[in-house]
């Protein structure tokens, strides 16, 4: 995705939350622990579905404009969302993601 269009601040923030998402639902697999997201009021559980449906929306959805990115660009995308910054934010850019959603 980072190297195919031009994304937006937001989108690498959506898809750099919902790769920690992904991962903490992993560990806690590996540890053998229950995820406990049974309620739909859970906030992790509201976040990743948030998140999944964000990412869902920014791949279905056409580009604006053909431009790719240029090397330097989708090098800097690619860093930004494997940023470990989203470890401890991806509910809270999931919570932005769900609130601008219901803006437009």
């Known amino acids: 995705m980072a190297a195919e269009r031009v994304l937006t601040g937001e989108e690498v923030d959506v898809l750099g939350g919902v790769r920690q998402a992904l991962k903490a639902v992993r560990r806690t697999i590996q540890r053998g622990e229950p995820l406990d997201w049974w309620s739909s009021g859970f906030q ?3 976040a990743f579905k948030s998140l999944s449906t964000a990412v869902s929306v920014l791949l279905s959805t056409t580009p604006n404009t053909r431009r790719r990115p240029t090397v330097t660009l989708a090098a ?7 940023d470990n910054r989203h470890e401890i934010s ?4 999931a919570q932005r993601s769900s609130l ?3 803006s437009t």
């Open 76 to 82: 800097h995308n690619f860093r930004e969302i494997t």
């Open 100 to 102: 601008e959603d219901r």
């Open 44 to 46: 992790p559980y509201v």
């Open 90 to 93: 991806w509910i809270e850019t």
